[in-house]
Nanobody, 123 residues
């Protein structure tokens, strides 16, 4: 409980930027892959970005490639999602997840989940 805590969501105009943060417990962050998911009303949850625990490999959904960047700061036990050129279709609740198996994240699986932070992009 409370091992992943997201922040940084909000309301932004189309074309704007937001940076989401996810603070994790040291036990999780030290060796787990981290990912960002989103779910809009009436849609399935999707993994938009993932990063291996070393930071040496990343994954992006096609819908966000070139606009979103995932990164991690191991000293702060925090993973970030920089979102640029936001579109109304990016509106969703964004969740942080952690898993011991990096390959699970693009397939939609996570061992730990945050509570989510809402991102709303107005047109």
């Amino acid at each position: 409980q409370g091992q992943l805590v997201e922040s940084g969501g909000g309301l932004v105009q189309a074309g704007g930027s937001l940076r989401l943060s996810c603070a994790a417990s040291r036990r999780i962050f030290s060796s787990y892959a981290m990912g960002w998911f989103r779910q809009a009303p009436g849609k399935e949850r999707e993994c938009v970005a993932a990063i291996i625990w070393t930071g040496g490999s990343t994954y992006y959904a096609d819908s966000v490639k070139g606009r979103f960047t995932i990164s991690r700061d191991n000293a702060k036990n925090t993973v970030y999602l920089q979102m640029n050129s936001l579109k109304p279709e990016d509106t969703a609740n964004y969740y942080c997840a952690a898993t011991a198996r990096y390959s699970d994240l693009p397939r939609g699986y996570g061992d730990y989940w945050g509570q989510g932070t809402q991102v709303t992009v107005s047109s």
